[in-house]
């Protein structure tokens, strides 16, 4: 149980264009998900706690207006990467939390965003 | 504000010989604590959790973690490593309310052979 996916798992796309990243709790309701970046052999930095029905709060110093987030139901919330630049180029992680009050979060497999 | 270290970058050990990854945090209120692994390329995966109760908390891959509240620690143990444990581990604190993680740098575990 618990499971998380994100589609794609890697992409590449050239610098000034979009691209969106979606995670799905298979299993489960998640009315939070979370948005992690992973820089390599880092740790992963949170940008932003999505809650479904509402605006998702970002983390100081995320653009929020350049990484557009929608949490438009209970198992899907998207991460759109909008006009893209190659220092976006990064691994981008979700996780998720069971609707209630479970603490643990359980994450995707990530998606490899790379910017030309 | 809370905050996770794991002094340990990178820690070799030989195959079936024990270990500890260490993770300290600071907190000036009650806290819930992760260990996650990740291995290359994936996403992470829940190794154990102290949330409350008993201290000693056990993974069902031989790790165990001890919540010690005086040393403000939650190290993560196994008396005998294989080359399969070999990964990346986080540790992360988080706190009633916001469920936000805070995670800690990670310590590369290398098993040798």
């Known amino acids: 149980g618990a499971v998380v996916s994100q589609h794609p798992s890697r992409v590449i796309c050239k610098s000034g264009t979009s691209v969106k990243i979606e995670c799905r709790s298979l299993d489960f309701q998640a009315t939070t998900m979370f948005w992690y970046r992973q820089f390599p052999k880092q740790s992963l930095m949170l940008m932003a706690t999505s809650n479904e029905g509402s605006k998702a709060t970002y983390e100081q110093g995320v653009e929020k207006d350049k990484f557009l987030i929608n949490h438009a139901s209970l198992t899907l919330s998207t991460l759109t990467v909008t006009s893209a630049h190659p220092e976006d180029s990064s691994f981008y992680i979700c996780?998720?939390?069971?609707?209630?009050?479970?603490?643990?979060?359980?994450f995707g497999p990530g998606t490899r965003l790379t910017v030309t | 504000a809370q905050s996770v270290t794991q002094l340990d970058s990178q820690v070799p050990v030989f195959e079936e010989a024990p270990v500890e990854l260490r993770c300290n945090y600071s907190s000036s209120v009650s806290v819930y604590l992760f260990w996650y692994v990740q291995y290359p390329n994936q996403g992470l995966q829940l190794l154990l959790k102290?949330?409350?109760?008993?201290?000693l908390v056990e993974s069902i891959n031989g790790f165990e973690a001890e919540f010690n509240k005086s040393q403000t620690s939650f190290h993560l143990r196994k008396p005998s490593v294989h080359i399969s444990d070999t990964a990346e581990y986080f540790c992360?604190?988080?706190?009633?309310?916001?469920?936000?993680?805070?995670f800690g740098t990670g310590t590369r575990l290398k098993v040798l052979a």
């Open positions: 996780s998720a939390r069971v609707t209630g009050l479970a603490v643990e979060q359980y």
């Open positions: 102290y949330l409350s109760g008993s201290t």
């Open positions: 992360a604190v988080s706190t009633s309310g916001t469920y936000k993680y805070i």
